[in-house]
């Protein structure tokens, strides 16, 4: 197993918010923060990793070298990657190839993102063939809309109700209240989120992530790099970057059908489970090994999916985990105990390499005022339209 | 009087009568596919490159569905002032794939329960100094009962 791990010797991250900044700035504050924490210099630095983000011009689709340029040419390696939300899972996952190839032995991984407000937009201009420009042009489908669907889908076949979301809501207000990094740091009630304006039925503005700026970076190293600074350092010993199989039977965003199963049937194992499931196997470990998860709430309703896909529970339990306190701080296994999305909004690029931040702070006993005793193991997921999964199994 | 072309001719027949949407079928292992795909089946055990164009079925199950209180960003073409509207997931039994559509212009969500039977329409979704554009929509099918909304709402509401 050992030789199969890399070590998150640094993490650092930007405040998420809205500070009308070049994404450049905040993934230079992420990544000075990961190089302190490692207590490594940038020139010792040889392979950086970007997470792509598609809504800053030039400088965006090239992240990892518009970090590096503002860090300072030092000849390191270079990549940057995209998988829309899971992009940043590509780019730990490059770095970690890299590493374990005994390429490098010392490895950047960077993501930050600056957004306008409101709706995710697709790309400008008249795009009849981009599937991300049509559900737009012919439906009117925003973000929110595929979001709802999943809600809806929910409370059909398991009963949900508009107040176990906003339960999840509650929960991760309190778990991100006294997070530094979180753009939201204030407590809701089930009334105050039940009360906020409706976005798309049954979805409330106070169940939906919103869009936000912010940056995450990783310093990941070899193991015998790492153990000539440190005793006991997080590793890393599962990733994932599954796309679906044929046929994905569940609507996906951007896409206006599923795939037909007509002829085929459907994988025995759905695109969602698949993505924790590859992770899990890497490590040699299974969801009942696992103390705390951050999983992608881009819905309160979301969240609940997750629970049963990662194995947390089976399918139709997952009301009963929240209502139980099991994923709270404090209970079996605690979920976003960063606060998630719904305190943070999302940073595209950023947002997977954040998941490992928080963990590796849980992992070491770091994350003050929401700290999930005893964790030894966590896993993050996460998924990016067009048919990214993300997953990272992080120890210690 | 404006004329009425499909918003997408390639994907839409809009002709009142029988709007259908317009899928492909791989002609080696019958698999369907929507938009249409035009170069390469996406099974990944047959990928054969000849597929003939099919109409879809105009029938379906409600997946799941949705609405949108908030104009979304261009490029949907909005009237002004933003008329909310439904968005439905319809499950068609033959092809055994999910469409999506919006909902019939008169429906909203409380008139929706996952389940029940829909049709395809076509209705306009913008127009311009010449034309209308119309899309297809799902619209309820004749023959749904109410009970199982009734149901559902109560419980949503424990």
Request: glycine share 8%; with cysteine; net charge negative.
């Amino acid at each position: 197993m050992s030789e199969r791990q890399v070590a998150v010797l640094g993490v650092g991250m930007h405040p998420w918010g809205k500070w009308g900044k070049n994404f450049v700035e905040y993934g230079v504050a992420a990544a000075r923060a990961a190089l302190a924490d490692a207590g490594i210099a940038w020139t010792d630095v040889q392979f950086v990793a970007g997470g792509e983000t598609i809504r800053n011009g030039y400088p965006g689709f090239i992240a990892g070298a518009s970090v590096a340029q503002a860090l300072g040419w030092s000849g390191a390696q270079v990549t940057s990657c995209y998988g829309a939300c899971a992009a940043g899972s590509q780019a730990i996952s490059v770095a970690r190839a890299h590493i374990l190839a005994g390429n490098c032995d010392v490895a950047l991984v960077v993501g930050a993102d600056s957004n306008p407000k409101g709706f995710f937009a697709p790309q400008a201009g008249e795009r009849w063939t981009d599937p991300d420009w049509l559900r737009f042009r012919l439906l009117g489908a925003t973000n929110p809309v595929y979001f709802a669907l999943y809600a809806r889908r929910r409370m059909a076949l398991y009963g949900a109700t508009d107040r176990d979301f906003a339960k999840v809501k509650v929960k991760n207000a309190r778990h991100g209240l006294t997070n530094p990094y979180a753009r939201y740091r204030k407590l809701v009630t089930e009334e105050e989120v039940l009360a906020s304006p409706m976005v798309s039925d049954p979805l409330r503005l106070l169940e939906i992530c919103a869009t936000s700026d912010g940056g995450a970076a990783l310093v990941l190293t070899s193991m015998e790099f790492a153990r000539k600074h440190t005793t006991n350092p997080v590793t890393i010993s599962g990733i994932s970057t599954v796309t679906p199989r044929y046929p994905s039977t569940i609507i996906e965003m951007p896409n206006f059908a599923t795939d037909s199963a007509a002829s085929v049937p459907a994988p025995p194992v759905a695109f969602r489970d698949s993505i924790t499931a590859a992770a899990y196997e890497q490590a040699g470990i299974g969801p009942e090994d696992v103390d705390l998860a951050e999983v992608y709430d881009l819905s309160a309703a979301l969240e609940l999916d997750w629970y049963e896909n990662i194995g947390l529970c089976p399918p139709g339990d997952a009301e009963k985990l929240l209502n139980d306190g099991v994923t709270a701080v404090g209970g079996r296994v605690p979920v976003n105990p960063s606060g998630g999305l719904s305190s943070f909004g999302e940073a595209i690029p950023a947002q997977a390499i954040a998941q490992v931040c928080e963990l590796t702070w849980q992992l070491r006993g770091q994350a003050e005022g929401r700290q999930v005793d005893h964790a030894k193991v966590g896993v993050t997921v996460n998924q990016g339209l067009f048919g990214h999964g993300s997953s990272v199994v992080v120890q210690r | 009087m404006k004329t009425r072309v499909s918003a997408l001719e390639s994907w839409f027949d809009a002709n009142p009568e029988r709007p259908r949407l317009i899928g492909s079928r791989c002609r080696s292992c019958h698999s369907y596919f929507f938009p249409k795909e035009t170069f390469a089946c996406r099974n990944p055990v047959c990928g054969a490159t000849e597929l003939e164009d099919v109409p879809l079925s105009a029938t379906g199950t409600l997946w799941s569905y949705t609405d949108n209180h908030y104009q979304p960003p261009a490029p949907y073409m909005s009237p002004d002032p933003f008329q909310p509207y439904a968005i439905a997931a319809v499950e068609l039994a033959d092809e055994k794939m999910v469409v999506l559509g919006q909902v019939a212009s008169g429906t909203a969500t409380g008139d929706l329960q996952v389940g029940m039977r829909m049709k395809l329409v076509a209705e306009t979704l913008y127009a311009d100094d010449a034309k209308e554009y119309v899309v297809w929509k799902w619209a309820p099918a004749a023959g749904n009962s109410t009970s199982a909304r009734v149901a559902r709402d109560e419980r949503s509401r424990s």
